[in-house]
């Protein structure tokens, strides 16, 4: 039989002995969460000319070379740190496609050897998604001005692409949970457009029906940091464009007044005259100031003009002098005066601020003259700052941090259930199915393949290795998240499945990186809000506190009907708008008549009252259940024997098609030491069909609901 192996389309030179073996694999029943892919034991490739140049000579120990991503990893680009791609056929037809790994050089009496070993695409796609964060993905077409008009427009943009600001409640924004300071709201993305950024950024594409539902387009992640702020060079640009008589003849000095501003970390108060810093942090500043006047002093002694640029201390009511001029005004004279600042540098903490004062030593009119007044500053590095109405959002920096890209893809993966695996053809397209969706009902008889003179092995349930199987959402320590779990002992979301299976007292549980989001309504308030606040007792009362929480994951919905109310620019301030709709998020589809659930399962408690809806289709009950109830039916079995394969068994290879064996219907799960040089009997896993279907039970998710609003009570 003729065997080729190719990396990077070119072919290797093989020994006429090669011998390998292949594993096929698609679910590991004893670690469910896990999805395994194909790979090979040690490939031993012999040191020839052809294979020296493909390996790039790297057998030299002296060897060194430039590499680029851009260039097939083969030849003098060939880097052992990357994966190559990776074609084996045999007899022509192909067995296997993936990606080679050189594992090592051996040199023995003048001989040359390359251990190699093949794996599956999947490989490849969790190599390059390992190293990168969520904040790696570019988002900054989606830039934009944060202001009222753009957050109540994003109830209606397209669900899965975009930016959508939900209505959370985290904390110390509302006086009634009614009205809501605009601070309350911060922009999120679609779970759906982080996936198609990470496939697209780690060079490959996916197919998935469920990504394409509406369901799962409608899916965020939201802010999740304390308040929403973002790194950026602290600025000021303020000019005073009219006339303007600072100091008149029966006052002593005045504060400059600018009528235009342009402010970054910075807010100006009533009058104009002071800048703040609201920085949380330090900032170290370079000022600059250019303006200029005249004096008028009718009569009498000498007049003197002070322009001092000054840092307010507001937190001990003092004030510092940065720099200082002096001009000299005669009796009876009109002098011009103009005073420049240039480069001076100082700090300022959260609420310090800077003015321009202007005095005089004597009677007389001081006038700042149209157009001469302009006062700069600028932080010498980026800080953290609060974002005002107006700033530019730059989205980038608001995507959770320090998110690994595979764990959050592979919470996906466990939140759904999800098969992912590789297609037959295409090197860098990934198929992702749900379990209940993934079984084509396609056959094959495998009876006459079985090698009967060789073990067969029945275990029954399935290597059920535990009792009790946790389904969870991550801890998180916010007050409603922690309230929940100290009354009923798991954290929100979450659900327990017990397997009654009598033999194993063990736990085993597996974990999404998000937390769950409980939703809270009040009483004669008819919006309900996914909360994330703590409380803290201040002088007896407990008082609502933003804080820093766990990524968490919330589907989105525009509900209309509700009560007006008012989007206020600063908690119980003024009104930027009002409307009688609002851009919900929550765990349930619907806050009002929900016909699904983001949870794993029902919660114990809901702290709203929900007047109609169903609780059970769930996470769990549509994407675990079935698959739970199949390994732990008391008529479920594994089949593990030794099966005959040729490689156009391997090349028609489907994990979705099902297995017939002396008339029973079985999954394929793995397949072990296939002998690519000479196929003959390997070992395969199959699990007994328990139900064959369950697309009644999914398409539950996928149904549009009709709206419906009711009162809610904490």
């Not at 539902?213 to 790194?231: E, V």
């Not at 009119?365 to 609060?386: E, G």
């Not at 009967?452 to 959402?473: C, G, I, T």
């Not at 998240?481 to 009923?488: A, G, I, P, Q, S």
Request: charged fraction near 20%; aromatic fraction near 12%.
């Amino acid at each position: 039989m003729t065997t080729e192996i190719w990396i990077e389309n070119k072919k290797l030179d093989v020994s006429e002995d090669i011998s390998t073996l292949l594993n096929f694999s698609i679910d590991d029943v004893a670690n469910f969460a896990d999805r395994s892919t194909s790979w090979s034991k040690t490939i031993v490739l012999p040191g020839t000319a052809t294979n020296n140049k493909l390996f790039g000579h790297i057998f030299e120990i002296g060897h060194a070379n430039s590499y680029d991503p851009e260039l097939p990893n083969v030849e003098y680009n060939f880097n052992a740190a990357k994966s190559a791609d990776c074609l084996i056929f045999q007899d022509n037809l192909q067995t296997f496609k993936g990606v080679l790994r050189l594992l090592e050089i051996i040199s023995e009496d003048g001989n040359l050897e390359y251990e190699c070993q093949a794996i599956g695409e999947l490989a490849g796609l969790n190599v390059a998604l390992s190293s990168g964060l969520l904040e790696d993905l570019d988002f900054s077409a989606y830039d934009h001005v944060y202001n009222h008009t753009n957050i109540v427009a994003s109830w209606d943009n397209t669900p899965g692409t975009g930016y959508y600001y939900p209505l959370i409640d985290y904390g110390n924004y509302s006086d009634d949970k009614h009205n809501w300071d605009i601070k309350t709201f911060r922009p999120a993305l679609y779970v759906k457009e982080y996936i198609d950024k990470i496939f697209d950024a780690a060079g490959y594409r996916y197919s998935s029906a469920l990504f394409d539902t509406a369901r799962f387009k409608s899916l965020i992640i939201p802010h999740n940091q304390k308040t929403l702020q973002q790194l950026s060079n602290v600025s000021l640009l303020a000019t005073r464009v009219n006339d303007y008589q600072v100091v008149g003849s029966s006052t002593n000095f005045g504060l400059l007044r600018f009528e235009t501003t342009a402010l970054n970390g910075f807010s100006q108060n009533t009058n104009k005259s002071i800048f703040r810093s609201t920085s949380p942090e330090t900032v170290s500043i370079s000022i600059n100031l250019n303006v200029s006047g005249t004096c008028y002093k009718a009569g009498g002694s000498t007049s003197a003009v002070v322009v001092t640029l000054q840092k307010e201390i507001f937190a001990t009511s003092t004030s510092v002098v940065l720099a200082t001029k002096v001009f000299n005004a005669q009796p009876n004279q009109n002098i011009a005066w103009s005073a420049v600042f240039e480069n001076i540098e100082t700090t300022l903490e959260e609420i310090d601020g800077i003015t321009i004062r202007i005095e005089k030593s004597a009677a007389a009119s001081i006038t700042v003259n149209a157009n001469t007044a302009t006062l700069t500053a600028a932080s010498t590095s980026s800080v953290l700052v609060p974002i005002q109405v107006g700033y530019t959002i730059e989205v980038n920096q608001q995507i959770p941090k320090n998110i690994r890209q595979i764990d959050f893809l592979m919470s996906i993966v466990r939140l759904n259930n999800l098969y992912v695996y590789e297609d037959k053809f295409d090197s860098r397209l990934i198929h992702i199915t749900p379990f209940v969706d993934f079984y084509s009902g396609e056959v094959v008889d495998w009876t006459y393949k079985l090698n009967r003179k060789k073990p067969v092995k029945v275990k029954p349930m399935s290597q059920l290795n535990a009792k009790v199987y946790e389904f969870k959402y991550k801890p998180d320590n916010d007050y409603y998240n922690e309230l929940y779990k100290k009354r009923y002992g798991q954290d929100y979301g979450s659900y327990v499945y017990d397997s009654e299976y009598e033999f194993a007292s063990a736990k085993k549980s597996f974990e999404v990186i998000f937390s769950g989001t409980p939703l809270v309504g009040y009483l004669n308030k008819d919006k309900i809000y996914s909360t994330i606040f703590k409380r803290v007792s201040v002088d007896g009362d407990n008082k609502e506190e933003q804080t820093d929480s766990n990524i968490r994951v919330l589907q989105t919905k525009k509900v209309t009907g509700v009560s007006s109310w008012v989007i206020q620019a600063t908690k119980g301030g003024s009104t930027l708008t009002s409307t009688t709709s609002y851009g919900y998020a929550g765990h349930l589809n619907d806050p009002d008549i929900p016909s699904n659930d983001l949870n794993f399962g029902a919660p114990e408690e809901l702290f709203f009252t929900l007047a109609t809806g169903d609780l059970s289709v769930n996470q769990f009950n549509v994407y675990w259940s079935p698959y739970m109830a199949e390994i732990a039916d008391k008529d479920s079995k594994l089949l593990t024997a030794h099966f005959y394969l040729t490689p156009k068994d391997i090349n028609e290879l489907d994990f979705s098609t099902y297995i017939v064996v002396d008339g029973n219907l079985f999954r394929l799960n793995t397949i072990k030491d296939y002998n690519m040089s000479e196929p003959g009997d390997c070992q395969v896993e199959l699990l007994k069909v328990i139900n064959g279907s369950y697309t009644s039970e999914t398409s539950l998710l996928y149904v549009d609901e009709d709206y419906y609003e009711a009162d809610y009570v904490e």
